[in-house]
């Protein structure tokens, strides 16, 4: 108890009024002080830019409801207003104050359709917590208001608690797509789903626009994931602010711990009622900072600071006119890539030249500091019973950038991306129907000459001869030719699939950069002899004294050793068309 009385005078003697202009003290009030019956009042934004009141009672305290040591505060909201459009996404985080005190952030919605707005409040105490995780200097009076240990994770599932969920919520505070397709979200609503993500569609917007008003408990704020000509953004409401600093919503965006995301100031432009989904539509405006924490019990932004964005130029050629989208998003390694796949998806379904026998050439770079460019060369038609051509191109960059995120050795510093994408509006694919040698037999340094054939979509075949040489150091005996593309090529070289995640970034870099283009056919003469592959490195007929001294290296996760080595490479030069499709031709070495 006495504890408990010496942090509640901490309370008083340290807060701040939440509003940066005002040195006036605001006292905050602890849950063991606050019962039934309670009068208060909360603050947010229905309309413009200036919080509104809503009177409040507490119905109880809800021990443990937050995962371990997690109260929440259950109360009803009294007003006209709250009682016409419920708990509404976009609230979570208004203050709550009981006896002039600050108790919370509303957070909780109590209910599906509820016919009363009964929600949940997250003690200010546990938001504070936020403040002893940032890394950055804060205001020591701040920092002492900590109490008990952090909680950065929520609880997981229990058995039989399953429809709990459907109960306790957190108010949304939704992720608004502002100039993408309905077919763009839908296409990768898998992926959002496994980071936790509703995107919901076309109820705001983000620009620059000045908003004088200043920010205070009970303002709108928006955390920015993607700027510019296509956006996404999640807003909340802010519960506390310093100097420095402010807090708000109540509960994790994503909780992804440490994050680096545009705040800005936001405009509501109307609160919807509704009683499945009440939601504000939103404008985010003016930067202000950066978000940098985001917890269980809410996030923390940070005022003056510039978030690490990456920028983006697209440019798509071959139509009436050429188009350039230009736009930024964030750096994180979870998020980046699936922004970048579905940005770059809905720039090209988003022309008019867009439709289902579209080939794309794709030419463009990722600049990482530091390090060689990341070339982004190839091209994409639409197969049979395959995926759409934009699709193939967005994954591939996906897939890129999460390879550069996914290594245990360096921070990737992403400086921007360009890409130029040149449309062919037919079908240009063409798969492998055959492949044959002149000879059967063959000697050490000679050379061979191997003839594919490629049956292009709705088109003649078309017949290519690609020369190889035989290796000088050619044992005698059977020696395999593959004959394929540069995806089947590309899987042969990466036997082990996690063997790009134990590289480090400078080997990641330029073991993507060795990667096989899919407008080409490949001949890939295969050795009995095994191969290692070090980094991105690969040593071809190792002597098997050699893999013996070497073999302890495997432990260490660095090596990857195939039965066969790659001795002989040839290509045709680049193809019209995208190919698919693989051969195994064996002649014997004399």
């Not at 938001?127 to 952090?150: R, Y």
């Not at 000045?210 to 807003?235: C, W």
């Not at 432009?269 to 019990?297: C, M, W, Y």
């Not at 964005?309 to 230009?326: A, D, R, Y």
């Amino acid at each position: 108890m006495k504890r408990v009385v010496f942090f509640s005078a901490v309370f008083c003697l340290f807060s701040f009024l939440p509003s940066a202009a005002q040195k006036k003290p605001v006292e905050t009030i602890p849950v063991d002080q606050i019962h039934a019956g309670m009068k208060g009042i909360a603050y947010t934004v229905f309309q413009g830019t200036k919080p509104e009141a809503m009177n409040l009672e507490v119905l109880g305290i809800l021990k443990n409801a937050n995962g371990p040591k997690g109260d929440i505060i259950l109360i009803r909201l009294i007003g006209e207003k709250p009682e016409y459009t419920g708990v509404v996404a976009g609230m979570s985080g208004s203050p709550v104050y009981l006896d002039g005190k600050l108790a919370g952030a509303l957070a909780f919605r109590i209910g599906t359709f509820s016919k009363e707005p009964i929600a949940g409040v997250t003690p200010i105490g546990e938001m504070l917590e936020i403040n002893a995780l940032n890394q950055t200097p804060i205001d020591t009076t701040v920092a002492a208001k900590s109490i008990g240990a952090s909680k950065t994770a929520s609880p997981g599932p229990s058995i039989g608690l399953e429809n709990l969920a459907n109960y306790l919520t957190p108010i949304e505070a939704p992720l608004v797509f502002s100039g993408f397709s309905e077919q763009a979200l839908q296409q990768f609503a898998p992926q959002f789903a496994a980071v936790g993500i509703t995107p919901v569609m076309g109820t705001g917007s983000v620009s620059d626009v000045k908003q004088p008003e200043p920010l205070e408990p009970g303002s709108a704020v928006s955390a920015i994931l993607a700027r510019g000509d296509m956006d996404i953004a999640a807003t909340c409401t802010v519960t506390y602010m310093d100097a420095d600093h402010l807090l708000a919503c109540g509960h994790p965006l994503l909780q992804f711990g440490q994050i680096a995301l545009p705040m800005t100031k936001a405009q509501v432009l109307a609160t919807l009622p509704s009683p499945l989904n009440a939601f504000k539509i939103v404008n985010a405006t003016e930067p202000v900072g950066a978000f940098v924490q985001d917890r269980h019990t809410g996030i923390m932004g940070e005022f003056n600071k510039q978030p690490e964005m990456i920028p983006v130029t697209l440019n798509i050629h071959g139509g009436p006119t050429e188009k350039q989208f230009h736009y930024e998003v964030l750096n994180n390694p979870r998020l980046t890539p699936l922004a970048l796949m579905v940005t770059m998806f809905n720039a090209l379904q988003g022309t008019n030249e867009y439709g289902e026998e579209i080939t794309y050439k794709m030419n463009g770079q990722i600049s990482v500091q530091g390090f060689p460019k990341v070339s982004l060369q190839n091209m994409f038609a639409p197969t049979d019973g395959g995926q759409p051509a934009a699709v193939m191109a967005a994954l591939s960059l996906g897939d890129r950038f999460g390879r550069i995120y996914d290594n245990a050795y360096a921070t990737p510093h992403v400086d921007g991306v360009q890409i130029d994408f040149d449309i062919v509006r037919e079908r240009r694919w063409a798969r492998m129907e055959t492949a044959r040698t002149d000879l059967t037999e063959a000697r050490p340094g000679q050379e061979i000459t191997i003839e594919t054939v490629l049956r292009r979509y709705r088109g003649e075949n078309l017949v290519c001869q690609i020369p190889v040489r035989i290796p000088t150091s050619a044992p005698k005996g059977p020696l395999r030719i593959l004959v394929s593309d540069g995806e089947t090529l590309d899987r042969l070289r990466q036997s082990a699939p996690s063997v790009s995640r134990r590289l480090d970034l400078a080997s990641t870099i330029a073991w993507l950069n060795k990667q096989h283009s899919n407008n080409r056919v490949y001949v890939s003469l295969l050795q009995a002899d095994p191969e290692a592959m070090i980094a991105d490195k690969v040593m071809p007929s190792l002597p098997l004294s050699v893999m013996n001294v070497m073999d302890g290296m495997r432990g260490t996760q660095e090596m990857v050793v195939q039965a066969e080595s790659s001795v002989n490479e040839a290509a045709t030069p680049p193809l019209d068309y995208m190919v698919s499709g693989a051969h195994v031709l064996t002649i014997n070495i004399k």
